[in-house]
């Protein structure tokens, strides 16, 4: 009986290959890859590249000559897939570790996010370089309007993009008015962010004279940037909410505008906040157009509508286009990598708080 066993998973696991077998590829192609690069220059990305081809090669290969050439086209195609996510996971993770190294030193750094650059100048740089003393100054101004003036863009864009596509996928039907909007939207996702800054100061120009710059001006300039991007997320995932849930609540009576709030709007409410998520994140990084409409400070403004405003991206960019001491731009480096640091964090934060309300508003499942 045990002889019958054996000869019938033989005959099943025939051209067939092992199950270890990509890491027998993995492993020759690593020696072999190092062999090759130690020839030419060692380098570890290098190394990666080479090792990723020769492992493409022999994987395909042995499954051709074991398993036929259906089998290797799927390897092939496996392998490519593969590849391409690593290709496109590369730049994310050099970002990432690039930052960390970089931006640690100055995140701990006391002080760094409770003080501001009020009265730090390049004398206290040299002393840090020169005699060991400590950093001073931090980004508490630029962190606090950068809170500022994207919560202030936050609460004019989604009310305006959320309106707008609830109009066009309930009330719309391809009406002239539906097809402009749709048509503007367009438009207005491509438009760079500093025609936004300057439509922007233009603006208040019009109405409240030259040289206005505020964080709220901002705030308008970066609602530009984001009322798009709320409006065409909103919009689909509006669409993709099944009509039989709006017509089982038009035939209990129940009006449209409750259906809205009621059936379409608690069931699309993960993909409207990933939406708004991005958008948040497409403008909090934005320093052109707060540049021109906000300016640079280094001291505190609580009052987003009077004065000028730093926010993070302005300071990472004074700081490292005009160091604090030319001479020494260390300490202004240490800054700047410690914001962008910051920056990551607040992008990150805002990911997990898409979620929790995705998952606390999220239509209700079973019994």
């Not at 897939?81 to 931006?103: D, E, K, M, R, Y």
């Not at 730090?120 to 100054?137: C, H, I, M, S």
């Not at 959320?162 to 749709?182: C, F, H, M, Q």
Request: glycine share 10%; with cysteine; proline share 5%.
């Amino acid at each position: 009986m045990s002889a019958t066993v054996v000869r019938k998973r033989s005959a099943l696991t025939k051209g067939q290959l092992p199950k270890f077998a990509p890491y027998i590829v993995l492993a020759v192609a690593l020696i072999v890859g190092a062999a090759i690069l130690a020839l030419i220059g060692f380098n570890a990305f290098g190394w990666g590249i080479v090792s990723a081809i020769l492992f493409a090669v022999g994987l395909v290969s042995w499954s051709g000559a074991v398993e036929g050439a259906r089998k290797a086209k799927d390897k092939l195609a496996t392998c490519l897939v593969v590849g391409a996510f690593l290709i496109a996971l590369l730049p994310l993770i050099s970002v990432i570790v690039t930052v960390l190294v970089n931006g640690i030193p100055g995140l701990i750094t006391p002080g760094f996010l409770g003080t501001s650059m009020n009265g730090v100048t390049g004398a206290y740089d040299n002393k840090a370089v020169e005699e060991g003393a400590p950093v001073l100054g931090g980004i508490y101004h630029a962190l606090l309007g950068t809170i500022q003036i994207t919560l202030l863009a936050t609460v004019i864009s989604v009310p305006v993009g959320l309106l707008t596509s609830i109009y066009l996928v309930e009330y719309g039907n391809d009406r002239p008015l539906a097809r402009a909007i749709t048509f503007f939207v367009d438009v207005m996702t491509g438009i760079p962010s500093i025609v936004a800054g300057l439509f922007a100061a233009a603006f208040f120009f019009a109405i409240v004279g030259p040289g206005t710059k505020t964080g709220a001006v901002a705030a308008v300039a970066l609602s530009v940037l984001m009322i798009p991007v709320v409006v065409r997320s909103s919009e689909e995932m509006l669409k993709i909410v099944p009509n039989e849930l709006r017509e089982a609540s038009y035939a209990l009576g129940v009006r449209k505008w409750r259906t809205i709030t009621k059936v379409v709007i608690p069931t699309a409410i993960s993909g409207i906040a990933s939406g708004v998520t991005l958008a948040i994140a497409r403008v909090i990084g934005e320093t052109a157009p707060i540049l021109v409409t906000a300016g640079f400070a280094t001291t505190i403004n609580n009052n987003v509508f009077g004065g000028w405003m730093a926010s993070l991206p302005t300071f990472i960019y004074t700081q490292i286009l005009n160091p604090t001491s030319p001479s020494n731009p260390g300490p202004s480096d240490q800054r700047a990598w410690g914001a962008a640091l910051v920056l990551i964090i607040l992008v990150m934060l805002l990911n997990l708080g898409a979620r929790l309300i995705a998952r606390l508003f999220a239509p209700k499942t079973g019994r």
